[in-house]
Each structure stands twice: as structure tokens, then as C-alpha cells.
């Protein structure tokens, strides 16, 4: 008789006689195939994975971006790969005109995404409880909040921002009922479990990481879980280049590169925005 077994995905099959068993058990597996969800699991074809870049903190270095914005810019252009960039809205007030005209001209590119990230980033600790600008603070204050670093947007570099991130991920319900009563804000990064009426939530993935810790990025700890990880699409990595050295620049070139090699398609939040919410 042929040999009677055969292992499939690190599991053992069976079979009692080879002609008869394994047509049967071929039969079973045309059968499974159409049904069966590759799409969650970390050895899925990565063609059809879509990456976006959470880039978080851009604020003001004097009257320009930082030197690790620009740096970070320059490489997405050079690559053509969009990233998207969270505004800490505050520094866009005063006079911040060559601030403003380069934010601006990144945004018209088409390579950036500027979106809302808070006007402060501040949080604080009182009484023992911890707090953030969406974190503890009442309804009211999260609404003005939200609608002052809408408005300074369009006012200071004539963006509508469509995005929201809050700073630290930090949220609570209030922050779910001030998002629906934004109506431009249509894409919630690392928001609620739950829905959001007219929000698209693109969640976080908790194993798959760009920065292993805040400000440190590492290709090999990066390579090692997206393949042995569960991923859904979008894949949103999250980091922070204001605190990047060198070495974190060059270990996010080898992940861009990497991603690349297994032929994903990179985002931007924006994309995500549904006809009926457009």
C-alpha cells in the first residue's frame, strides 16, 4: 500500500487505506478550502495586508518641524510610502507661519495624513487618579477640545482634520459621545472596542509593533511577530520619531523595506472612510 500519512499545518493525518483514505480526506480538504479564513493568521499572503503609519507628536521646533519630522518626510517621499502624522494642535497657534506652510505643503503632497492628536498632549495625576485631555475630564471639555484643534487646523494650515488619535491612547466614554458630535472626524486610531456611530476604528494590534518601547524602533523583534502573529487588515504601527536616534531610523527603513519585500499595500487612515461616511 502507499505510505498512509501525511501532516498538514503541524497536524497528523491517518489514514487506514491509502487510495480510499486519502481521496476521502482530499475530498474533505476542497471542501474546507473556499470556507476557511487565512486572513487573521501571521503566515496569510501578505499581499493583501494594508500597513498604516501612526506617526505620533508632531509639534514645533522653534518656527520649522523638528529635524526627525523632516527626516521622516524626506524618506516617505523618496520611498513613496504614505505615513500619517498626529498634530498636538497647540503648536499651531502664534506665529508659526514657516511651521504652518510646511505642514501644509506635506499635506498636499498626498504622501502625509495630518490628523488630530489633541491640542496639549498634557496628562496629570490628582488624588491618585490619573487623567488626560480624553481621560477623566467631562463631556464639555472633551467636546471644546476637540472642536479648537479642528478649528486650528483649518485656520492655521487649511486642513480638515478627518482623523483623531487621543494622546496616550488615553479615552473614556465621554471621548466616544464628543466623537459623535464631530462630524469631520471619521476615522478613530486605537479608539473603543465598541462602535462608534459614523466612526471607522482601526484597532491596534498588541503583538505586531513598530516600537517595542515608546521612541525605540527594532527590525528583528518587529520581523520575529508579524510572522508568527495574528494580523487582521489594517495593520496600524504605531511610533514616535521626535524620539528617534540613528539607530531607530535606520532599524524603520530595514521594517519599510521588509514590508515591502512581502508586498503589502501602505495606508493612510483616510482610506478607510466608508462612501456612506464621505
Given at each position: 500500500?502507499?505510505?498512509?500519512?501525511?501532516?498538514?499545518?503541524?497536524?497528523?493525518?491517518?489514514?487506514?487505506?491509502?487510495?480510499?483514505?486519502?481521496?476521502?480526506?482530499?475530498?474533505?480538504?476542497?471542501?474546507?478550502?473556499?470556507?476557511?479564513?487565512?486572513?487573521h493568521i501571521g503566515l496569510a499572503e501578505s499581499s493583501n495586508l494594508q500597513v498604516?503609519?501612526?506617526?505620533?507628536?508632531?509639534?514645533?521646533?522653534?518656527?520649522?518641524?523638528?529635524?526627525?519630522?523632516?527626516?521622516?518626510?524626506?524618506?516617505?517621499?523618496?520611498?513613496?510610502v504614505p505615513v500619517s502624522m498626529g498634530v498636538i494642535c497647540n503648536s499651531l497657534e502664534g506665529d508659526s507661519s514657516t511651521y504652518s506652510d510646511t505642514?501644509?505643503?506635506?499635506?498636499?503632497?498626498?504622501?502625509?495624513?495630518?490628523?488630530?492628536?489633541?491640542?496639549?498632549?498634557?496628562?496629570?495625576?490628582?488624588?491618585?487618579?490619573?487623567?488626560?485631555?480624553?481621560?477623566?475630564?467631562?463631556?464639555?471639555?472633551?467636546?471644546?477640545?476637540?472642536?479648537?484643534?479642528?478649528?486650528?487646523?483649518?485656520?492655521?494650515?487649511?486642513?480638515?482634520?478627518?482623523?483623531?488619535?487621543?494622546?496616550?491612547?488615553?479615552?473614556?466614554?465621554?471621548?466616544?459621545?464628543?466623537?459623535?458630535?464631530?462630524?469631520?472626524?471619521?476615522?478613530?486610531?486605537?479608539?473603543?472596542?465598541?462602535?462608534?456611530?459614523?466612526?471607522?476604528?482601526?484597532?491596534?494590534?498588541?503583538?505586531?509593533?513598530?516600537?517595542?518601547?515608546?521612541?525605540?524602533?527594532?527590525?528583528?523583534?518587529?520581523?520575529?511577530?508579524?510572522?508568527?502573529?495574528?494580523?487582521?487588515?489594517?495593520?496600524?504601527?504605531?511610533?514616535?520619531?521626535?524620539?528617534?536616534?540613528?539607530?531607530?531610523?535606520?532599524?524603520?527603513?530595514?521594517?519599510?523595506?521588509?514590508?515591502?519585500?512581502?508586498?503589502?499595500?501602505?495606508?493612510?487612515?483616510?482610506?478607510?472612510?466608508?462612501?456612506?461616511?464621505?
Amino acid at each position: 500500500r502507499i505510505g498512509s500519512r501525511l501532516t498538514l499545518g503541524g497536524g497528523l493525518f491517518a489514514t487506514q487505506s491509502a487510495p480510499i483514505g486519502m481521496l476521502n480526506f482530499l475530498k474533505t480538504l476542497c471542501l474546507l478550502l473556499p470556507v476557511l479564513n487565512f486572513s487573521h493568521i501571521g503566515l496569510a499572503e501578505s499581499s493583501n495586508l494594508q500597513v498604516i503609519f501612526k506617526l505620533d507628536d508632531v509639534r514645533r521646533a522653534g518656527d520649522d518641524v523638528p529635524d526627525n519630522w523632516r527626516r521622516v518626510y524626506e524618506f516617505a517621499q523618496a520611498q513613496q510610502v504614505p505615513v500619517s502624522m498626529g498634530v498636538i494642535c497647540n503648536s499651531l497657534e502664534g506665529d508659526s507661519s514657516t511651521y504652518s506652510d510646511t505642514l501644509k505643503s506635506w499635506h498636499d503632497s498626498g504622501l502625509v495624513e495630518l490628523w488630530n492628536h489633541g491640542y496639549a498632549h498634557r496628562r496629570w495625576e490628582e488624588q491618585g487618579k490619573k487623567g488626560s485631555e480624553f481621560s477623566g475630564t467631562d463631556l464639555q471639555t472633551q467636546e471644546d477640545t476637540l472642536l479648537k484643534s479642528q478649528e486650528l487646523g483649518k485656520d492655521e494650515i487649511g486642513v480638515v482634520f478627518t482623523t483623531f488619535g487621543a494622546p496616550y491612547n488615553w479615552i473614556d466614554q465621554n471621548t466616544v459621545t464628543a466623537m459623535e458630535t464631530v462630524p469631520d472626524l471619521k476615522v478613530w486610531l486605537y479608539g473603543p472596542s465598541e462602535p462608534v456611530e459614523g466612526v471607522v476604528v482601526l484597532k491596534r494590534n498588541r503583538h505586531v509593533k513598530l516600537e517595542p518601547k515608546v521612541g525605540m524602533v527594532r527590525f528583528e523583534q518587529f520581523r520575529k511577530a508579524f510572522v508568527s502573529s495574528a494580523i487582521s487588515s489594517p495593520l496600524v504601527l504605531q511610533g514616535h520619531p521626535g524620539q528617534w536616534d540613528d539607530l531607530d531610523f535606520a532599524d524603520f527603513e530595514e521594517i519599510v523595506a521588509y514590508l515591502q519585500e512581502q508586498g503589502v499595500a501602505f495606508a493612510l487612515p483616510r482610506d478607510f472612510i466608508t462612501p456612506q461616511e464621505k
